[in-house]
């Protein structure tokens, strides 16, 4: 099975997927995020230097968010990430069956990440919502992009992992209707 991934390329594309997943996580985790201090705080670390009282509100790297969460310090004041999920999910359901609804080009990332912080019982219905919007989007992206190749208007609609796998698909079916054309030709010179 191994030697078949790596004929089709497929390896490669898990691989560009991966980092491509990893450029946005980082970049994801630089962005500032609101949060509110459940207690008051107060750290100095080299050239960090954070102080605060119990209610007050700032803005801080996420990276630095999720350390003091975990340490249960701060509340992550993030968009309404459910709503944020939901209005993606049901303008994919709505758009045409040819047609993508646009998404951050790090979706998949911020709802991953959405998705660690849930309790397991949270997790369920979204997953399942979540799962038939990927199967939506798949169904549409291997369809294009077995038309035609990536346009500048197609791509702004896609996350990064999305933009992968389409120039990936597009590439291969361009690739077997080369094959499957000349093969017609050489059966019918026979």
Not at 34 to 47: A, L, M, P, Q, W
Not at 63 to 76: G, P, V
């Amino acid at each position: 099975m191994n030697n078949i991934n790596n004929i089709f390329g497929y390896d490669g594309v898990k691989d560009k997927i991966e980092f491509v997943q990893k450029f946005y996580y980082i970049k994801y985790l630089m962005e500032d995020v609101r949060i509110t201090f459940k207690k008051n705080f107060s750290i100095n670390i080299i050239n960090l230097f954070l102080e605060a009282k119990d209610g007050e509100i700032a803005s801080i790297p996420r990276w630095l968010a999720k350390i003091l969460e975990s340490n249960r310090y701060i509340e992550i004041q993030d968009i309404d990430f459910l709503v944020y999920v939901s209005r993606s999910l049901n303008r994919e359901r709505i758009s045409k069956p040819h047609d993508l609804s646009g998404i951050d080009v790090d979706f998949y990332i911020r709802v991953n990440d959405y998705i660690q912080r849930l309790k397991e019982n949270e997790k369920e219905s979204l997953l399942v919502s979540l799962n038939s919007f990927v199967a939506s989007r798949i169904e549409k992206i291997v369809k294009l992009a077995a038309a035609s190749s990536l346009s500048i208007e197609l791509e702004k609609k896609l996350s990064a992992e999305e933009k992968e796998l389409y120039n990936f698909v597009h590439n291969l079916s361009s690739s077997f209707k080369k094959i499957a054309v000349k093969r017609i030709d050489r059966v019918s010179e026979n």
